[in-house]
């Protein structure tokens, strides 16, 4: 059940890329975000991403392949819309800048009891620990990571982020932090 449950989402995820890649192709004279590194390739990036991550929308396999959940749901204090959701990070895939290797994966309940996964974020820590330079600031997908930014936790280094919907749409963007469309139930958030 899970391995077709795994390959239908890879085709999914195989269609989507094909048709993210479509509207791309065909608008050469407006600037993409990815444009520095070829549209192209950033499709590719992505299509990596789909096929690296199909199998943790089994929540069970996101668990065994070292992704630790966090009890908490994640949601947007600053702006007061949106939400991350469960993180699980991997922190074996700090500092990765490989589409197949995010730090972290994001879950939103699912009604049912269970998670669905909704996004993805890659994490890089910043070479001199400073919040007032950038000039380290890493890209992937062609986009600029986030930051630099101060830790979330205690004992977590000045960092840089760039998240990726790709689970779930976000209305926003693909590549912005919260998701207004992920919403964190009562009583799921850091008190």
Request: charged share 20%.
């Amino acid at each position: 059940m899970a391995r077709s449950l795994a390959l239908a989402l890879t085709a999914a995820a195989s269609l989507t890329v094909a048709a993210l890649a479509a509207p791309a192709a065909s608008s050469a004279a407006v600037p993409r975000p990815d444009a520095d590194r070829g549209v192209g390739r950033a499709v590719a990036d992505r299509a990596v991403v789909y096929r690296a991550t199909a199998r943790y929308q089994v929540h069970a396999n996101a668990v065994a392949a070292g992704y630790k959940p966090d009890k908490y749901c994640v949601f947007d204090k600053a702006g007061g819309t949106g939400a991350l959701g469960y993180p699980h990070f991997n922190h074996a895939y700090d500092n990765s800048l490989d589409p197949a290797k995010p730090a972290a994966l994001y879950y939103e309940d699912d009604g049912r009891g269970g998670k669905r996964l909704v996004g993805v974020q890659w994490l890089v820590y910043d070479r001199d620990q400073k919040l007032t330079t950038d000039d380290d600031r890493p890209t992937l997908f062609g986009v600029p990571f986030k930051g630099p930014k101060a830790g979330n936790f205690p004992g977590q280094p000045v960092h840089y982020a760039l998240h990726l919907w790709l689970w779930k749409e976000n209305p926003r963007g693909l590549f912005e932090s919260f998701n207004p469309a992920v919403t964190c139930l009562p009583g799921t958030t850091r008190p």
